[in-house]
Structures are given as structure tokens and as C-alpha cells.
């Protein structure tokens, strides 16, 4: 993946490269000083005859075609990635709500079958224990720690 973003940036700046030379270049005489530039030269110079561009090599730009193909399919794998593990992140933060709702709510019931146990008189005790032993077991099975 890396090789090929440096292929395609390398080949845009190629590209890009032979746009920026595409003018005239003046050859500037200043006294035993030689200078180029791209404007005519104030004082002696002429401009130069340089050779004409030559033509993209086809199966570079075959390549070149390849590449953006297949780096714009990558872009898309990966925004379709990305939209699945947000929506996967937000419903695993959904059960963990329900979760922590469910064993609130269980520990609150531990809690008062406990309350019931300490307030019931000797008859009902028996019952009161049982109740609140089912309610510690649930609560341990469904929310360890």
C-alpha cells in the first residue's frame, strides 16, 4: 500500500514537473556571468530551442491508470470498514449499557432480598434465605466481579 502511494505521488509530480517547464527559458549574458531564466533578459540574451517534451510512455501510463484504480478501490474498503466498526463500537456500546442496567438492577434485588431476610420474623426466614441465596446465584452467573 505505502509503495503504491509513492508511485502515484511520484508519478504526479512527474507530471506536474513536465507542465512547470513547458515555457521558454531565456539564456542571460551579464558581463562573464551566464544566468537562466524564464523572462527575457533585460540586457543581451536570447532564448533557447529545447526539445519538445517527449511523448508518456503508454505503459507507464497503463500503470499509472492501474495504480489510481486500485488505490481508489483501497479507499473504499477502507471508508466501508471504518462506517462498520463505528456502527459495530456503537452497538457493542448499547450492550454494555444494558449490561450494566441489568446488573444494577440485579444487585438492587440481591440487595433488598437481603433487607427482607434481616426484617423476617422466624416463620418466614426460611423462605427469606432461599430468596435471597437465588438472588446472590443470578447475580454472580450474570455479573461476575
Same mark, same amino acid.
Given at each position: 500500500m505505502r509503495c503504491l502511494w509513492c508511485f502515484v505521488l511520484c508519478a504526479t509530480c512527474c507530471a506536474m514537473c513536465r507542465l512547470a517547464t513547458a515555457g521558454?527559458?531565456?539564456k542571460c549574458h551579464e558581463g562573464t556571468h551566464v544566468s537562466y531564466a524564464d523572462r527575457p533578459c533585460p540586457g543581451a540574451g536570447a532564448p533557447l530551442a529545447l526539445p519538445p517534451a517527449p511523448q508518456p510512455d503508454p505503459v507507464q501510463a497503463a500503470r499509472l491508470a492501474a495504480a489510481r484504480t486500485a488505490l481508489a478501490t483501497i479507499d473504499r474498503t477502507r471508508?466501508?470498514?471504518a462506517e462498520h466498526d463505528a456502527h459495530e463500537f456503537e452497538r457493542a456500546g448499547r450492550?454494555? $449499557? *444494558?449490561?450494566?442496567?441489568?446488573c444494577d438492577k440485579l444487585r438492587l434485588?440481591?440487595?433488598w432480598?437481603?433487607?427482607d431476610l434481616a426484617k423476617s420474623s422466624d416463620d418466614a426466614k426460611a423462605i427469606a434465605r432461599v430468596k435471597a441465596r437465588r438472588m446472590a446465584?443470578? $447475580? *454472580?452467573v450474570e455479573c461476575p466481579g
Open positions: 521558454a527559458v531565456y471508508a466501508a470498514q450492550a454494555a $449499557l *444494558a449490561l450494566r442496567k441489568r434485588q440481591a440487595r432480598a437481603g433487607e446465584e443470578t $447475580l *454472580a
